[in-house]
Each structure stands twice: as C-alpha cells, then as structure tokens.
C-alpha cells in the first residue's frame, strides 16, 4: 500500500487534487483516506504565528496578574449568578410552603366541621360545636404553656455557659502569667 500525501497547494503529491475524504471501496492505499479521516488531518503540527520579540519577565508577570484579575471577576460573575439562581428557587419554594400552609389550615377547618357534623348526629349542633372548640381551646392552652416554657429556656440571649468558660480560661492565663 501506498501513502498519499498531500502537497502545500492542496494536490497530492501525484497532482490531482485532494478530494479530502475517500469514497467508498476507494482502495487507493492510504489507510486514514479509508476510514474517513481528512487527508489533511495527519503529520501535522499546529501553526503559531507569535511575534518576533520573546516577552520579558516584567510583560508575563503582568499579563498573568491580568489573567489571574480577569479569571476572579468572572469567577465573582458566576458566583453572582448562581447565588441569584438559588435565590429564586430558595423564593419560590417558600411561597410553595406557604401555599401548602394556606392549604392545610382550610384542611383543618374542613376537618373541624366534619367532627362537628359527626357529633351532631348524636347532639345538637350547638353541643357538638362547643365540644369541638373546648377541645381546641385545651390543646392552645396546653401548647402556651409549653412554648412559654420553652422561651424562658431561652432568655437572657447570651451564652452563658461559653461566658463562663471563657472567664475561666482567662482567670488561669492570668494565674499562670503570675506565677512566672
């Protein structure tokens, strides 16, 4: 088999021109024609077309600070945008939960008139009412109290224990910088 390879004007070197991919059943020896590969793709390097002059240290050192300016600001941009992205989803999946609270609260209220119904069928409706909201005013009741009991935990806002500790730690500091 022979390797046909192409000339600088885009001839082959036996003078026809480069077709650039083989046909099919085209054996004409060269083996990358055949698999479909460019007769142009093979051997060759890439072109760098510089200036003549080498660039000293002082012109590196500023084209990489510039390099390394521009590299942070678009890394600033991208993380803008992804903050912004997540922003919006973070946006529209609490209206989400807010709907689904809307939602469950008129479940609730649904729920509620349905126990009052079932009671009625055995009481008045008044009665089945009232039994209804005394049993919600009991569980209100029972959960202030424990939220009440809860935000006493809670106050004074400062923590007290680090407070302590930090006091102790700088009390020994102090009684081992006295002993020197």
Same mark, same amino acid.
């Given at each position: 088999?022979?390797?046909?390879?192409?000339?600088?004007?885009?001839?082959?070197? =036996?003078?026809?021109?480069?077709?650039?991919?083989?046909?099919?059943?085209?054996m004409s020896?060269?083996?990358?024609?055949?698999?479909?590969?460019h007769r142009?793709?093979?051997?060759?390097?890439?072109?760098?077309?510089?200036?003549?002059?080498?660039?000293?240290?002082?012109?590196?050192?500023?084209?990489?600070?510039?390099?390394?300016?521009?590299?942070?600001?678009?890394?600033?941009?991208?993380?803008v945008a992804?903050?912004?992205?997540?922003?919006?989803?973070?946006?529209?999946?609490?209206?989400?939960?807010?709907?689904?609270?809307?939602?469950?609260?008129?479940?609730?209220?649904?729920?509620?008139?349905?126990?009052?119904?079932?009671?009625?069928?055995?009481?008045?409706?008044? =009665?089945?009412?009232?039994?209804?909201?005394?049993?919600?005013?009991?569980?209100?009741?029972?959960?202030?109290?424990?939220?009440?009991?809860?935000?006493?935990?809670?106050?004074?806002?400062?923590?007290?224990? =680090?407070?302590?500790?930090?006091?102790?730690?700088?009390?020994?500091?102090?009684?081992?910088?006295?002993?020197?």
């Amino acid at each position: 088999m022979s390797i046909v390879r192409p000339a600088q004007d885009g001839r082959t070197e =036996a003078g026809t021109p480069d077709m650039g991919t083989a046909m099919p059943g085209d054996m004409s020896g060269d083996l990358a024609v055949g698999a479909g590969v460019h007769r142009q793709d093979y051997g060759r390097a890439p072109e760098f077309h510089g200036t003549d002059h080498e660039a000293g240290t002082g012109e590196l050192v500023k084209q990489a600070t510039r390099q390394v300016s521009d590299l942070m600001r678009a890394e600033l941009r991208l993380a803008v945008a992804e903050l912004k992205d997540k922003g919006r989803h973070a946006g529209t999946g609490a209206g989400m939960f807010g709907g689904a609270a809307l939602v469950a609260l008129y479940g609730v209220a649904v729920l509620l008139a349905a126990a009052v119904a079932a009671i009625a069928l055995v009481l008045p409706v008044w =009665a089945a009412a009232l039994i209804i909201g005394g049993f919600l005013m009991l569980v209100a009741g029972v959960l202030a109290v424990v939220g009440r009991s809860q935000a006493k935990r809670a106050t004074p806002a400062k923590p007290e224990q =680090a407070m302590e500790g930090a006091k102790r730690t700088m009390a020994e500091l102090k009684e081992r910088a006295t002993h020197r």
